[in-house]
Structure formats: structure tokens, C-alpha cells
């Protein structure tokens, strides 16, 4: 989201944090043990749901606007999107009703409205931060960047949970720290990268905030309704400082900003919650840690961004720190 995609309150994207937590508030459905056809489904979903988180990034790199642009383009489509499934939902489509669990504007008390409006805008600012990333130092350094954020959620954590850290705890750390030194190309602020770097991690870090206090909040709302709410502050705390370059966007950006609010969030999340109905979050979260991997590698294959060879060892300590902080939680979890 993103990166990442709208965030919902409660057990987080951490994972499956990063956009797990979308999921969260009221929780994935409880379903039977699937067919292996319908496990194969909503794994093929749920790869398909990270692939389209990384290409994300991708278009905030190539979009031609600003970050507060693109952050808006995209809250507007994905609310438009989310709007579309809700009213699909009331018309009678069975699936949509399944998803969005009735109209996100009815049956919510006027304070948990208000909470997700005030995530909303945490999510704007996060978002804001990772584009950012993007824009300064490329599609591999700021989603690497943004990638570290179990380590500010566990640093986060230890003081509300007070209790001592746990040796995986330290070792998630650990490795993050030696993967973002290993993709640093230079610890120079004169240099783009740095500066997006820099940019990535504040995400990361914004984005453990989000997450931590989505739990303590914990608005009672379905997963579309809580996105629906967060995606409309977007909108309207953007809105007042896009209208001069909105208008002179060329149609063209505004397709892609569509493509990245309808395709690259909307239907990302879309088939993100539908694989969680069967798929565990502790192993969603293993996969979405693949979102940097997807991303990089579709600027590489795409644009010819190839990263070093340094970059790729960071990357690997990074993604695994990510993978081994959801296999960690979802121990926690079982017990």
C-alpha cells in the first residue's frame, strides 16, 4: 500500500503487514479446510495481490506529477473503486456483498468514523513518505526502505508491551540495520539516493504507527468499510493543495493515477482479502514480503534498473528481517 494499499485497524499487514492490516479489524473469515484447486486459488490471489503492491512503485516513479499528486489520484480511485463494490454489494452481487459487508457509510458509530478518518490521514503521510522515496532514490531503495518497518513496529512495541525483547526480536533488528547499510550507496546527503532512503524508512516508520495504533484504536468496522473511511480523509485532506496541478495533468497521468488507485490498490486489496480466507497471515505475511522483490524486479526487466550486487545482499537481509518478524507472530499467535 505501499507501500502500500488503504490500512485497516486491528492485527496487522505487519504483515501480511504491510497490507494485512487491512484485513484486520474484524478479522478473516473463519473458513473449512480448502480443496487443494481452492488453496492454489487464493495462493496464485495473494501472489498476484504482492505483485501488484510492488508495481506501485513503479508508477509513482513514472508518473509524471508530484507525490501529493499522486497520493491523491490514488485515495480518489481507490475510493471511487471501493464505492463501486459497496453499491455492487447493495444492488444484490453476492461477491460484492461478501466484501464490503454492507455500505462503509451505514452502521459505523460517528467515533470509529472518526478514528478511521484520523488513520486516513496517517496513511496520506505515509504514503506521501514513500513516494517520496521513490521519486528521490528509485524503485529499489525506497520500497527497501519502507520494507524495514518490523523493526520500528518491535521497537515500537517493547515499551507497550513491557516486557524484554526476545533474541528474534534483536535478530529482526540486526538484520535490517545491515541491510539498510548495504543498500546505501553512499552515506551522502548531496546524494538522491540517501535522500530516498532516508525517505523510505520515515514511511516504514510512519507506517509502524499506523499499525500500532490501528490496535489500540481498534474501530469496530469491516476491512472495505475501515478502507473506504481512510481513502476518503486522503481525499479530502489532499484535495486543497492538488488543484492547480490537477488541472493541468494531462489525461494520460490521470489513466495511470486510475491504473494505480483501481488496479494497484483496490483490486490488490481485493484479492488480498479474498486469499486471507483461507490463507493464514503469518504465511500471507511471508509472501507479501516479496513486494520490494516483485517491485525491483519489474524495474529491472521493464526499465533496465538493475541494482548492484550490494544492493541485492541488503535487499535479502531486509526481506528476510520482514519474513522471519511474520513467521515470528504468527508463533506468537498459535500460542
Known amino acids: 500500500m505501499p507501500e502500500g494499499t488503504p490500512q485497516n485497524t486491528g492485527n496487522t499487514h505487519d504483515a501480511a503487514q504491510h497490507h494485512a492490516a487491512s484485513s484486520s479489524l ?22 498476484t495481490a504482492a505483485m501488484l503492491f510492488g508495481a506501485s512503485a513503479l508508477f509513482g516513479e513514472h508518473i509524471a506529477a508530484s507525490s501529493t499528486m499522486i497520493v491523491f489520484g490514488r485515495g480518489l480511485f481507490s475510493w471511487l473503486a471501493l464505492t463501486v463494490i459497496a453499491l455492487a454489494g447493495l444492488a444484490g ?33 505515509h504514503w506521501l513518505a514513500f513516494f517520496l522515496a521513490i521519486k528521490e532514490g528509485g524503485v529499489a531503495v525506497g520500497t527497501l526502505g519502507f520494507a524495514c518497518f518490523p ?32 543498500v546505501t550507496p553512499q552515506f551522502d546527503w548531496q546524494a538522491n ?42 481525499v479530502i485532506v489532499l484535495a486543497p493543495f492538488i488543484g492547480r496541478e490537477a488541472f493541468a495533468l494531462p489525461a494520460a497521468q490521470w489513466g495511470w493515477l486510475a491504473c494505480l488507485g483501481v488496479v494497484c ?55 528476510g528481517a520482514v519474513a522471519w518478524s511474520g513467521w515470528m507472530r504468527g508463533r506468537r499467535g498459535a500460542h
Open 26 to 47: 474484524a478479522g478473516s473469515p473463519a473458513t473449512p479446510t480448502p480443496s487443494p484447486q481452492t488453496g492454489f486459488s487464493q495462493q496464485l490471489a495473494l501472489h
Open 93 to 125: 452481487l453476492r461477491s460484492a456483498a461478501r466484501l464490503s459487508g454492507g455500505a462503509p457509510w451505514q452502521g459505523i458509530a460517528p467515533a470509529s468514523a472518526a478514528r478511521l478518518l484520523i488513520a486516513g490521514v496517517l496513511l496520506a503521510v
Open 151 to 182: 523493526a520500528f513496529v518491535i521497537l515500537l512495541e517493547w515499551p507497550l508491551r513491557r516486557e524484554r525483547p526476545s533474541l528474534g526480536d534483536a535478530g529482526v533488528i540486526a538484520l535490517v540495520c545491515i541491510g539498510l547499510a548495504l
Open 193 to 234: 539516493a540517501t535522500v530516498g532512503l532516508a525517505w523510505g524508512v520515515l514511511s516504514g516508520a510512519i507506517y509502524a504507527v499506523i499499525a500500532l495504533s490501528n490496535r489500540v484504536l481498534g474501530a469496530q468496522a469491516s476491512p472495505l468499510q475501515a478502507s473506504w473511511w481512510q481513502c476518503l480523509a486522503i
Open 265 to 319: 490498490t483496490a483490486l490488490a486489496y481485493t484479492l488480498f482479502i479474498h486469499a486471507l480466507r483461507t490463507v493464514k497471515a503469518s504465511q500471507a505475511a511471508v509472501v507479501i514480503a516479496l513486494e520490494p522483490v516483485y517491485a525491483i524486479a519489474f524495474a529491472w526487466v521493464l526499465f533496465g534498473t538493475s541494482p548492484t550486487l550490494k544492493m541485492l545482499v541488503g535487499g535479502v537481509c531486509i526481506v
